[in-house]
């Protein structure tokens, strides 16, 4: 256990569901919690990496080694270049030691920890409230709402010299509110006809709310340490270097679907769903905010046919297919509008006068991501389901694929657009085995085996004015370049780089057009892999005996 690492949780739970009568039933969940917690300000590595003759604070010998009043956190740069006495272990003889831990004027971790605090507190409030009204036999109306408030503030504070020798003191104030809000409200018809007709509806309209606020103040050259509050601070700063830290931040978001579903089965054995829902968000541009995602899909128990009624070993055999389209909203709230930021300061009538400059492209045609899916699959268990097959194959399509694409300025007033340009094709199988080799009452197996393969394709990533049609992805700090490319044909996740020959005569790496220096030229580099695997296995189990389990997964 690390100092200054706990969390602390306080909750109260309550859930009430009532009839109002025998049409009307109502129901609400309260959740209030608190948490107080705090993580320490170094980590498990820097104890490791700090040799461990060293104290944490000066003793009397270190003091006389060094120079630095007992008491004081040691850093690795009191010790640099010092000499002292010891005792050979090997030889038993006396002999001079120059002790070299490092340079750094950094302090100790266990000095980090002590000189640095963060605590943070979280209040939360997870409300939930519905509503079920039996409008008639067949016909049923609900409507689920949520509230959830979520406040989280950090107190955080250095002393003098916390992390490094010359650091000042400074306080840094953060907290952040964030408000969900959701309703959906349904309408439910389910009726049979004739003993063999099973019809199913549902038309529904939800919509949902977030907003965030967040908060940040950044103060320096306080009097003391015995205060860490920012009332004390000798000044205020807006900026830490270039990174801003004090000021106000505000971003929400919201979105509105309108959805319905027909279900219909004929005797349990011919089944068939069909759905269609409209999503509005406004991450979208003005004129795209809304896509358009419909559903079908059939299904035929093959073991409810005559021609298998006296095949007892099946239990189920169902064959399905199904096509559907989904859509993605799943980046940063405004990718559709010019953002702006502070880009310095003129003087102006006596004062200073903030400029600002674009920090984004506005795309107004911004739209939905969507994707395609159709699938064909087979279901099939045996033997009172101790054992089972499942068989999919499928072939996704996304377009309209989301991107950071680089453009240039002008015309454009930021060098890059995130805009709909590409298309990706997934298309594979995928089996799986499950089954209960054993069970009995005390004790029970339970595996599943699945083997499945994908193909991956960029089908499409540049159009009439993205025409460049490789880009470099896959940044590797310890190779200082980008791993992997974007081509069109190919596969995301392509590996490129340079080709491997063999040695010389001197044992040195050989490649394929490499210059007299050992380099090789980024456009003699080759296609050298891929991160989609051929083919993937996992094998999961389960055993219980008696009051005992054990899991793993391979």
């Not at 007892?312 to 010019?338: C, E, H, P």
Request: net charge positive; aromatic share 14%; charged share 20%.
């Amino acid at each position: 256990m690390m100092l200054k690492n706990y969390y602390k949780r306080y909750n109260v739970k309550a859930r009430i569901d009532a009839d109002l009568s025998k049409r009307v039933t109502v129901g609400i969940n309260i959740a209030p919690s608190y948490t107080e917690s705090e993580r320490p300000a170094t980590n498990f590595t820097d104890f490791v990496r700090t040799p461990s003759w060293m104290p944490v604070k000066h003793t009397e010998e270190t003091s006389a080694i060094t120079g630095v009043p007992v008491g004081e956190y040691t850093r690795g740069s009191h010790f640099n270049g010092k000499t002292y006495t010891t005792i050979d272990p090997q030889t038993g003889l006396e002999k001079t030691v120059t002790a070299t831990p490092w340079g750094s004027t950094n302090n100790n971790p266990r000095g980090i920890i002590d000189n640095v605090f963060s605590p943070k507190g979280q209040y939360r409030m997870q409300l939930q409230g519905y509503i079920d009204i039996k409008l008639l036999k067949e016909l049923r109306f609900r409507s689920s709402n949520s509230f959830n408030f979520n406040f989280t503030e950090t107190d955080t504070y250095q002393n003098v010299g916390a992390k490094s020798a010359g650091d000042s003191n400074r306080g840094y104030y953060t907290s952040s509110k964030s408000i969900n809000l959701a309703s959906e409200n349904t309408l439910n018809y389910s009726k049979k006809f004739k003993g063999i007709h099973q019809l199913d509806g549902l038309l529904g309209a939800s919509v949902y709310k977030y907003t965030n606020k967040r908060t940040g103040i950044l103060g320096f050259d306080f009097p003391t340490d015995y205060i860490h509050y920012l009332s004390a601070a000798g000044r205020i700063d807006q900026y830490e270097g270039t990174t801003l830290r004090t000021g106000t931040w505000k971003n929400d978001n919201a979105m509105v679907s309108y959805f319905s579903r027909v279900n219909y089965a004929l005797k349990d054995r011919y089944l068939l769903s069909v759905s269609l829902r409209t999503d509005g968000s406004s991450k979208f541009g003005k004129d795209n905010k809304w896509g358009w995602f419909p559903a079908v899909s059939v299904g035929w128990r093959i073991n409810k046919e005559k021609f298998l009624s006296n095949v007892k070993w099946i239990d189920d055999l169902k064959l399905r297919a199904g096509y559907g389209v989904t859509g993605n909203q799943d980046f940063s709230n405004y990718k559709s509008l010019m953002m702006m930021t502070t880009a310095g300061k003129f003087y102006y009538n006596g004062q200073w006068i903030n400029t600002y400059q674009p920090a984004s492209n506005a795309n107004p045609d911004l739209k939905w991501e969507k994707k395609a899916e159709f699938n064909v699959g087979v279901d099939m268990t045996m033997f009172d389901n101790r054992l089972s097959f499942t068989f999919d194959y499928y072939k996704r399509t996304t377009s309209n694929l989301l991107y950071d694409y680089i453009v240039p300025t002008p015309p454009y007033v930021y060098n890059t657009l995130f805009t709909n340009v590409g298309k990706v094709t997934n298309e594979g199988v995928e089996l799986t085995i499950s089954g209960t080799p054993f069970n009995t009452r005390d004790f029970t197996w339970n595996t599943s085996l699945t083997v499945s393969h994908n193909k991956n394709k960029l089908v499409k990533f540049t159009n009439d004015e993205f025409t460049n049609g490789t880009y470099k992805v896959g940044w590797s700090t310890s190779a200082a370049c980008y791993t992997q490319r974007l081509i069109e044909g190919q596969s995301l996740g392509t590996f490129y780089g340079p080709i491997w020959l063999g040695t010389d005569t001197d044992g040195k790496d050989v490649l394929l057009g490499q210059n007299a220096d050992g380099s090789v030229p980024e456009e003699q580099w080759e296609k050298i892999g891929c991160a989609y695997p051929d083919a993937t296995l996992s094998w999961s189990n389960t055993f219980r005996y008696k009051k005992f389990d054990l899991s793993f997964s391979l």
